[in-house]
């Protein structure tokens, strides 16, 4: 089980809006560390999509949003691509194991 | 821009101890500002982390797998280093090393290796 829980899949049609949810606990989101996502395209490594709970790194479109409210953290897609389906993690540090980052369980992101 | 390249043996026996290095070019690994990570990712699951180690030598280590790892840096050489002891079948994954920010994410990976535990 992981510390931090999401949808196992997701799905929507090309140009949809479709948004994963991300929970947590007063010991990690909820504690203000920050979430971060990542975005893992079949057969590759994971790439980082949002830092520092809404920031996006150079290169990664606007298209993809991240926001957090009280122990939960989400990431919305806008204008889904077919180039979209991927697995998506959240990730963030958790206090209540001394140093311990944690990650979620991984949403797939189906394009129908 | 910095890279990151993992490697080591593909296949390891079980009872032994798993060994992977990462080497990083295009940066320096002794910058202050990162952690260097190490995660897994067992087949067609997600993400584990396994510890980070900075540069100085400070180490934190996922509890689940305390017992087994070490992971160790080498600053002269730009590498870091993971070894899990005792592994079984269950250490069979994709290992992953990376960059890592408490601000900013882990936002430079490693292509990945894939060890199996088999004998």
Not at chain 2, 100 to 106: L, V
């Amino acid at each position: 089980q992981s510390v931090l829980t999401q949808p196992p899949s997701v799905s929507g049609a090309p140009g949809q809006r479709v948004t994963i949810s991300c929970t947590g606990s007063s010991s990690n989101i909820g504690a203000d560390y920050g979430v971060h996502w990542y975005q893992q395209l079949p057969g590759t490594a994971p790439k980082l999509l949002i830092y520092g709970n809404s920031n996006r790194p150079s290169g990664v479109p606007d298209r993809f949003s991240g926001s957090k409210s009280g122990t939960s953290a989400s990431l919305a897609i806008t204008g889904l691509q077919a180039e979209d389906e991927a697995d998506y993690y959240c990730q963030s540090y958790d206090s209540s194991v001394s140093g311990s980052k944690v990650f979620g369980g991984g949403t797939k992101l189906t394009v129908l | 821009q910095v890279q990151l390249q993992e490697s080591g043996p593909g296949l390891v026996k079980p009872s032994q101890t798993l060994s992977l290095t990462c080497t990083v070019s295009g940066g320096s690994i002794s910058s202050g500002s990162y952690y260097w990570s190490w995660i897994r990712q067992h087949p067609g699951k997600g993400l584990e982390w396994i510890g980070y180690i900075y540069y100085s030598g400070s180490t934190y280590y996922n509890p689940s797998l305390k017992s087994r790892v070490t992971i160790s840096v080498d600053t002269s050489m730009s590498q870091f280093s993971l070894k899990l002891s005792s592994v079984t079948a269950a250490d069979t994954a994709v290992y992953y090393c990376a960059r890592d920010d408490d601000i900013g994410g882990m936002d430079v990976w490693g292509q990945g290796t894939t060890v199996t535990v088999s004998s």
